[in-house]
Structure formats: structure tokens, C-alpha cells
């Protein structure tokens, strides 16, 4: 550091390069993503060499923090306790045990499809607004100000909370019944019925508002056809379009997840934690067996290593004879654990195929509304189409008309000429030519109608 005491002015270039090394240090904290430390020291080395400070008014605590990644999120564990968190990424990944790219699936920012993801430890799903991350143990909700968010932690809490096992019936008409199992369902089945229950009753709510303002509309466009309730019918076409596409697209995901038994292996966290915690066991009892194996021999070694018989201890047998059998037991658990784990294929199956029903009927309730739509369109084309050939008709009629009256005018024309005639000597000539000529344009007039009619042009 430059000993500025003593001088009033500061040099131009003294200035320069002291900003240049600020704006140095700035671009290597923003990019390189370094403690605030480098920055302010920076900021103290320059304030303290010109005895001023370059950002006046400007707390140092207020730039921005960059790659901390931080974002709300709610916690509901298996207590139906929720809180909400503040988690960076990096610690959503290690706690849960999932990719960068799992979790990019989550971001509000980028737009994916809907998608349901087993891993190791956890549950990706991303279905609507529903984000989420559903491990053995709770729930990672994406915290965002939509009402299913809210709805889905009081769902899961009531289930949670319930004195019984409870599982939802699901219904496509909105009601909702719960009944009793007799059999274990594991936490994350629970998380993900929720998850479904919440997405299909907002889809069926949207479906039937939609249907709710469908019909009036299209039996009034029926009635009566105006510019205004075409443009109400052409929004919501679209509407019902958008919706279209969005339960389509979860309808299947949901039915690729159940063709594939590995997907929904995946998904069983609570048996795969099972597994884990008891193959940590076994061979914690493995090693401890070779240990009491080892120091028995070596105890009969010790005492009489050529005549004496490998004899061990009754307290070392007894604890041989205990670890045998809870080796024993784990293995036989293990074994009857891997039978559940084809039962609990089939329990998911099965939870998956009642809300792939429920979506699948939403999905057919909008087809025939569009149905409906298209019928109604069909039937205003129809009557556009009919009274486009009325239009025809007597276009053709007065087509007819007015080729009768120019004959007429000709022969007017024609007598009207100024020459002398002998003919025209007589007054009653004129009005016999007159009378003459118009019943000729009459005849003539239904001449062609009746050769319409024969032709099958005209429809009378």
C-alpha cells in the first residue's frame, strides 16, 4: 500500500490503476464466485490509498451473492411435521442423492415435461406445479405461492396423522372416500398418492369449468350466431386444447412408469433402505463371527497347541451360537424382503393404474367435449352451407329475371328508334307490341324455372 498521508491531491494515474485493480477483483469475485472477503479488502485498499470511498452510500453487505443457488422449500417428514428451508443446491443433491440434472428438472425456470423419476434415494416428481423430491423418510416440496402446494402439505399431513393406515379412493367426480388397509404402505407411496390425488383433482376442476362454460355457450351459438360468441368458442378451444395436451402428457408418463417393473422397483425407498441397513448388519455380524473364530483358536493354540483339541470358551460359544442366529434371521428377512419387493411392484401398479383411470377418464371427458365442439362447428357449417345455396338459388332467380327484362328492353329499344315506319301509324300498336312482349318475358321466365327444377338446380 502506497503512504498517502500528507499529500492532498491524488494523481490521475495513481487513480486509474487503483480502479483498474478494483474492477480486476470485482470480475474475478462475480466469476470465479469467491468469498466476499477479496472484494471488500479491495475496497479498504483503495478507500485507505485515496482516503475516499469509491461507492458512497453503498452498504458492502448489499452485492449480491452469486452461485449460492438458494431456494425455499417445505419439508413435510413422516411425523407430519413441515417447515419451511432455505437450501442451497448442492446440499438438495447430497441430501437426497441425486443429479444436477434431476434437479434442473425441478427448477421453475426451465420448462419439462411432467416426469416421475425413481433413484437411488429418492423420488424426482414434477407433475403441473407440483415439484418435489420424496425420500424414505419426507418430502421436499418446492415452495411457490400455488394453492396445490398448500393443499398438497395439508393432504399429506391429515394422511399422516390419520390413526390407521389411509389410503385415497380415488374418484373422478372429486369425492373423495378413505379406507383401511390392513397391509403397510411405505411413506413415499403415500407422498406420491398425494402428489396425484392433488394433480388429478386440479385437472378435473379445470375440466369441469370448462365444461361448465362449454355447454350454455355452444347451445347459444346454436341459437344464435354472433361475432362475439364465435370469439368466446375460439378461446375456449384453445383452453381446452392447452388442457388437452397437459393431461395427455401426464396420462403417459404415468402409463410408462407401469410397463416398466424396474421404474417401479426404483421407487420402493423404504425396502431399499431395509436392504441397505441390513446388509451393513450382516457383515458387521460376519466380521464379528470371524473374530470369535479366530480368538478361539488362538486361545486353543495357546494352551496346548499339539495334543489339546481347538475348545472354546462356554461364553464364547454361547455369543457364536447368538450371532449364528440373527445371521440366520437377516438372511431369511432379506429373502422374505425381496418377495415384498415384487408385492410392493404390484401394490404401486395397482396405485398408479386407479390414478391413470381417474386421469384417463378426465382425458376422455374433455375428447368429448371437443366432440361436442366439433359438432356444433359441423352443424353451424351446415346451416352456413345451406343458407349460402338459398343465397344461390335466388341469385340465379334474379340472374333468370334479369335476362328476361333486357329481351324486353331490346324490343323497347328497338321501336324506340326515331325512323319512319308505317307501323307505328297505328296507337294501338304500341301497346299490343307491349302486351305482346311481356307475356313472351313471363313465359320465357317460367321456362327457365321449370328447367331449374328439372335440372335439380333449383330446390323449390
Given at each position: ?19 483498474a ?10 466469476h ?26 453503498m ?54 415435461p ?69 397391509s403397510?404402505s ?35 351459438l ?11 368458442v ?13 393431461i ?20 420402493y ?83 398408479l ?53 333486357a ?54
Amino acid at each position: 500500500m502506497i503512504d498517502m498521508k500528507g499529500k492532498e491531491e491524488i494523481p490521475t494515474d495513481l487513480w486509474g490503476r487503483k480502479m483498474a485493480k478494483l474492477k480486476n477483483t470485482s470480475n474475478i469475485y462475480m466469476h470465479c464466485n469467491i468469498s466476499n472477503t477479496l472484494y471488500i479488502d479491495a475496497l479498504c485498499e483503495l478507500s485507505a490509498s485515496t482516503s475516499t470511498f469509491p461507492f458512497q452510500g453503498m452498504d458492502v453487505l448489499e452485492f449480491p451473492e452469486t452461485g449460492q443457488g438458494l431456494r425455499s422449500w417445505i419439508r413435510v417428514d413422516a411425523s407430519a411435521n413441515s417447515q419451511a428451508l432455505e437450501i442451497d443446491k448442492l446440499t438438495i443433491i447430497r441430501r437426497c442423492g441425486i443429479s444436477t440434472r434431476d434437479l434442473r428438472i425441478l427448477d421453475p425456470l426451465f420448462v419439462y415435461p411432467p416426469t416421475i423419476l425413481g433413484r437411488e434415494k429418492a423420488i424426482v416428481a414434477n407433475l403441473e406445479k407440483m415439484r418435489c423430491i420424496i425420500t424414505a423418510d419426507e418430502v421436499l416440496l418446492l415452495n411457490s405461492l400455488d394453492r396445490n402446494v398448500l393443499q398438497y402439505v395439508m393432504e399429506l399431513q391429515k394422511r399422516l396423522r390419520s390413526t390407521g393406515v389411509a389410503e385415497l379412493n380415488p374418484g373422478g367426480s372429486g369425492s373423495r372416500s378413505f379406507r383401511s388397509t390392513s397391509s403397510y404402505s411405505p411413506f413415499e407411496f403415500r407422498a406420491l398418492a398425494v402428489v396425484l390425488d392433488v394433480v388429478s383433482g386440479s385437472l378435473d376442476s379445470e375440466a369441469s369449468e370448462l365444461e361448465m362454460e362449454a355447454y350454455p355457450l355452444l347451445d347459444e351459438l346454436t341459437s344464435e350466431v354472433s361475432t362475439f360468441n364465435l370469439e368466446r368458442v375460439r378461446g375456449l378451444k384453445s383452453g381446452l386444447v392447452a388442457l388437452t395436451r397437459r393431461i395427455r402428457k401426464i396420462r403417459d408418463e404415468v402409463e410408462n412408469i407401469m410397463d416398466d417393473n424396474e421404474d417401479m422397483a426404483e421407487m420402493y425407498l423404504t425396502e431399499k433402505k431395509r436392504k441397505m441397513e441390513s446388509s451393513s448388519l450382516i457383515s458387521d455380524d460376519q466380521s464379528s463371527l470371524v473374530g470369535i473364530f479366530r480368538s478361539n483358536e488362538g486361545a486353543s493354540e495357546a494352551s496346548d497347541p499339539i495334543i489339546c483339541p481347538p475348545v472354546s470358551s462356554p461364553s464364547g460359544s454361547r455369543s457364536l451360537t447368538k450371532n449364528s442366529s440373527s445371521l440366520r434371521s437377516r438372511r431369511k428377512s432379506m429373502m422374505m424382503s425381496s418377495e415384498n419387493t415384487a408385492k410392493s411392484v404390484e401394490e404401486l401398479e395397482s396405485l398408479l393404474e386407479a390414478y391413470f383411470v381417474v386421469i384417463d377418464s378426465i382425458l376422455n371427458k374433455l375428447i368429448t367435449l371437443k366432440q361436442h365442439i366439433d359438432d356444433t362447428e359441423n352443424f353451424l357449417n351446415i346451416q352456413l352451407n345451406h343458407l349460402r345455396n338459398r343465397l344461390i338459388q335466388f341469385e340465379l332467380l334474379l340472374t333468370s329475371a334479369t335476362f328476361v327484362l333486357a329481351i324486353f328492353g331490346i324490343i323497347i329499344g328497338i321501336f324506340g328508334i326515331n325512323f319512319p315506319v308505317p307501323l307505328f301509324n297505328d296507337s294501338h300498336t304500341i301497346k299490343l307490341v307491349l302486351i305482346i312482349t311481356s307475356i313472351c318475358g313471363i313465359i320465357l321466365y317460367c321456362a327457365l324455372v321449370c328447367f331449374y327444377k328439372w335440372r335439380k338446380v333449383l330446390l323449390l
